[in-house]
T-cell receptor, first 116, second 118 residues
Framework: AQTVTQSQPEMSVQEAETVTLSCTYDTSENNYYLFWYKQPPSRQMILVIRQEAYKQQNATENRFSVNFQKAAKSFSLKISDSQLGDTAMYFCAFTPYGGSQGNLIFGKGTKLSVKP | GAVVSQHPSWVICKSGTSVKIECRSLDFQATTMFWYRQFPKQSLMLMATSNEGSKATYEQGVEKDKFLINHASLTLSTLTVTSAHPEDSSFYIC??????????????FGPGTRLTVT
C-alpha cells in the first residue's frame, strides 16, 4: 500500500525565520509526483510545490524549496523568510505515474503557525 | 493557473432533505474530478472519483446511493447528498484533474462547501 507520513502534527516558527516540514512516503513505484499543498484558514487548498521523482534537482518556488531524497523516500519542505501568511495546514501528497484514477494520497498534515 | 469553483460555499439544510453541490473547472476541461470530505483538523478523505460521461467510482465505505455524483460535462461535476442527516455535516471539497507527464494528474481544488444539517 502507498502511504504518506507527516510526523509533525504542529510546528511554529518566528516570522522571518526558516522552518522545515518533514514528509516520508512508501511506494513500490519508481515514477511518481510529490506535492506540498497549503490549506490556510480559508480552507482553500493551494499547490505550493511539485516534484517529479525522476528529476534529481530539488524543486524551488520562491521562498519554498524541497529536499527530495528518493532512496530514503523523504520529501521535506523548507520555508525561508517565514511570513504571517504562511500560517496554514500543510499537506504532503503523492500520485503515481499512470495511476488508473489519478487520485492523490495525502499525509495527515502539519499545522504551521508563524508568530510575529 | 487553473481555477475551480464550488457552489454553494455554505449551506444549511434540514434533516431528510437533499442538497446539491456544484464543482466547475472555469478555464480548463477536466475529464476527471474528485470529491473529498474533510473533518475538522483532519486530512482530506477521498469519497469518489468522477469521470465525465461515466459512473463515478466510490471509495470503500462511501454510500453511492447517498452521495450521488454526476459528471455530465467536461467542466461540471455535481455531488448530491440525499436524505441528509446531521452526521453528513462536514466540509466537502472538489478538485479537477489536469494531466501531467507520465499519465499522472495534478489536482486543482475548489474552495469547498460547508454543509450543516439541522
Amino acid at each position: 500500500a502507498q502511504t504518506v507520513t507527516q510526523s509533525q502534527p504542529e510546528m511554529s516558527v518566528q516570522e522571518a525565520e526558516t522552518v522545515t516540514l518533514s514528509c516520508t512516503y512508501d511506494t513500490s513505484e519508481n515514477n511518481y509526483y510529490l506535492f506540498w499543498y497549503k490549506q490556510p484558514p480559508s480552507r482553500q487548498m493551494i499547490l505550493v510545490i511539485r516534484q517529479e521523482a525522476y528529476k534529481q534537482q530539488n524543486a524551488t518556488e520562491n521562498r519554498f524549496s524541497v529536499n527530495f531524497q528518493k532512496a530514503a523516500k523523504s520529501f521535506s519542505l523548507k520555508i525561508s523568510d517565514s511570513q504571517l501568511g504562511d500560517t496554514a495546514m500543510y499537506f504532503c501528497a503523492f500520485t503515481p505515474y499512470g495511476g488508473s484514477q489519478g487520485n492523490l494520497i495525502f499525509g495527515k498534515g502539519t499545522k504551521l503557525s508563524v508568530k510575529p | 493557473g487553473a481555477v475551480v469553483s464550488q457552489h454553494p460555499s455554505w449551506v444549511i439544510c434540514k434533516s431528510g432533505t437533499s442538497v446539491k453541490i456544484e464543482c466547475r473547472s472555469l478555464d480548463f476541461q477536466a475529464t476527471t474530478m474528485f470529491w473529498y470530505r474533510q473533518f475538522p483538523k483532519q486530512s482530506l478523505m477521498l469519497m469518489a472519483t468522477s469521470n465525465e460521461g461515466s459512473k463515478a467510482t466510490y471509495e470503500q465505505g462511501v454510500e453511492k446511493d447517498k452521495f450521488l455524483i454526476n459528471h455530465a460535462s467536461l467542466t461540471l461535476s455535481t455531488l448530491t447528498v440525499t436524505s441528509a442527516h446531521p452526521e453528513d455535516s462536514s466540509f466537502y471539497i472538489c478538485s479537477a484533474a489536469a494531466g501531467l507527464a507520465g499519465g499522472a494528474y495534478e489536482q486543482y481544488f475548489g474552495p469547498g462547501t460547508r454543509l450543516t444539517v439541522t
